[in-house]
């Protein structure tokens, strides 16, 4: 508990150094969509427009949609061998290959103890992180065997944002920015001023507050402002120090020069 009250204190005292982060524009790509998803290391593009979510490959295009489930909360290609696709309403998720053919449902409203989730993200293996409602917690599902492995501290406000890679997962709440290893312990927590989503890369985090963006590499307390051009921001994501932000129906590529 002390090392994580440190930890806590030492992010509070070092939010927002002097120094920032530059970026080099790349190029801009036109673009109608109503969700950008992700852009993997060899240049395919995911999107959602409508009911369908979209993966524009270099070689081929494919898409996916559901009528039965309707509209689409949310989609997670960090392993793009098993992308998840969030149906809030149906209270289901939807896990598909890299063709974008489904390979695995979950119906939460089947399983007991049932679970009324707002918010998913990858794990590793067969698991998916999941935010329950009811209980405040989240947790670590393992779909195949239908048991939660991890589960962590219920927290106290509302939950805005979760990404994860294999190792970790972030939390962002009204009130504070969680970071859980893969047995659902706490190693971070720091107060959210503001922000009001997180996007993870390579264990580091880009987070937004107001029309900024900010850097938080991994086992550093440093936030550290990132220097852009001034933009709308609809919304963001990163792969590898590439940083891509999308506006009104463009999609802008930056180079992160990251020291």
Known sequence: MKSLLYISFLFSIALFSQERITTEIVGTIPLKADQIIHIDNFGALFHIVGNTLYKKDPNQNYSYSNVQLGTITSANPFNTLKINLFYKNFNTVLIL?????????????????????????????????????????????????????ATTMPVGSKVLALTSNYNYSWLLTEKFLYTYNYFGSTIAKIKNDGYSQIVEDNGNLIIQRDQKLYFLAKDTPQLIPIHLPELLIKQFLVTNESLYIYTDETLHQFQLKIR
């Open 97 to 149: 290959d890299n063709r974008l053919s489904e390979i695995y449902k979950i119906d939460f409203n089947a399983i007991q103890p049932y679970k009324n989730i707002t918010h998913i993200a990858t794990g590793s293996d067969n698991t998916i992180w999941i935010f329950n409602q009811d209980t405040q917690h989240l947790e670590l599902f393992d779909y195949k065997t239908n048991k939660t492995r």
